[in-house]
Each structure stands twice: as structure tokens, then as C-alpha cells.
């Protein structure tokens, strides 16, 4: 029979290797001190070269929140937009997102996606209707110019909506990969009452944010491996 002693070592042991693990994925890595948003101090460990460095276990303490959030969020059938508009996390969402069915953004948010949805529900559905169009048969028996304005209108629209193709109502919850370039998103959730989940990184202003990640928002590795925890938590849910 194990003692006391030996489990509690085999714990102290495993938990080390997972922090190993995620200093080589690097995310504690913060801003400079005069990056740092004041509302990010408490999840600040250290600094090291004039760097702020994030709190490991604030880091991992603050995860499993979130992630129990959005478990309970998938199990009541609600819906999250995933917004990552840095350039070193763009490409990686989209795939990701599209994946695992999941609504996204990955280029500028346009103002009034939440507080005037029912005017971009409309445009969510008439990019649904020039899609089929171009899909269906007669879109051929079509002049050349009439294809062609539906084809760049269609490509129009991919820039801005593609991630949300299938949205027909406000979503419950946005979860940002990046903070500081989507200030205007989390003010539109916050006037409809929508939950803001993000990865914050020390530049960020974090007050209107419900559930803080502190992480580095430059680090794709760090990125992944949040994101492989919240996709593994919504497949759970629906599997």
C-alpha cells in the first residue's frame, strides 16, 4: 500500500513536469514594465530584464475556471465566438474553427456585430443565399457579368463573415485570443450581456473581462495548448 508521503510525492512530481511544460511553451512570458495594464498586476509572478513574467499556478488556476465555464456553456447548448485577430494566431483559428464547427473572427472587428446584429443577421443571410445561388445550376445559365458580381460579392463577404456563416442569433459568450485589439468587441458584449472569456496577456485592461487566462497572447505554442484544452472540453460535452 503506497504512504502518504509516496502519493504526495508522485502529485508534487507530476505537477512540476506540467509546469516544465508549459515554461518551454512559453507562457509566462509578458510585456516590458511599461507595457504592463495596472487590472494584470495580480497575476504577475516576478520580473526578470525589466520583463514581467506571469504567474504559473494563477495561470493554471485561472484555466480550469474557464474551462468549467465553458462546459457548463456547451452543455446548455449556448454558443461562443472565437476571436483571434493577431497575425501570428489567424490561420491557426481558422482551421481550428472550422474544425470543430465553432463561430470565429480572425480579421477586424466591425463595429455593430453585436449591438446591431439584426442588421448583420441579414447580411449573414444573404451571404447564405449567394452561396446556394452560386452552388445551384441556373447560377450557370447566368451571364458572365452577373457570376462574376456574385463571385466578388461572395469574396466580399468571406473577408467579414465567414466565421459566422450559420449564426442566426446573438451568440452567449466571446472568447478572445487577444486582448488589446479587440477592446470595441468586449465593450458590445458587455452592453448586450454577453460573457468575455480571454487569454490575457500583461498589456491587457482585463476589468471587463469575466474569465481572465493570464498567458502570453504572442506565443502560438502557448496558444494551442489553451486552445487544445477548451476543444477538448467542448468535444467532451457534444461527444
Known sequence: ?????????????????????????????????????????????GKRNDMYIIDIEKFQ??????????????????KIVFIGTK????????????KNDLFYIINRWIGGTLTNFSTIKKRLAHYKELEIQKKDDDFKKLSKKERRQITKEIEKLDKSWAGLKGMTK?????????????????????NKNLYTIGICDTDANVSQIDYIIPANDDALPAIKY??????????????
Not at 489553451?226 to 461527444?239: F, L, S, T
Open 1 to 45: 500500500m503506497k504512504t502518504t508521503t509516496e502519493t504526495k510525492g508522485k502529485k508534487e512530481k507530476k505537477n512540476q513536469g506540467k509546469i516544465d511544460k508549459l515554461l518551454k511553451l512559453g507562457v509566462q512570458f509578458g510585456h516590458k514594465k511599461s507595457r504592463c495594464h495596472p487590472s494584470m498586476m495580480p497575476y504577475i509572478h
Open 61 to 78: 488556476e485561472k484555466l480550469q475556471e474557464a474551462l468549467k465555464f465553458i462546459q457548463s456553456l456547451v452543455k446548455d447548448g449556448k
Open 87 to 98: 497575425p501570428n494566431v489567424k490561420k491557426y483559428l481558422e482551421e481550428t474553427a472550422k
Open 170 to 190: 446573438l451568440p452567449d459568450a466571446l472568447f478572445l485570443l487577444d486582448i488589446p485589439n479587440n477592446y470595441l468587441a468586449i465593450k458590445e458584449a458587455k
Open 226 to 239: 489553451i486552445m487544445e484544452e477548451v476543444i477538448e472540453v467542448i468535444n467532451n460535452v457534444k461527444n
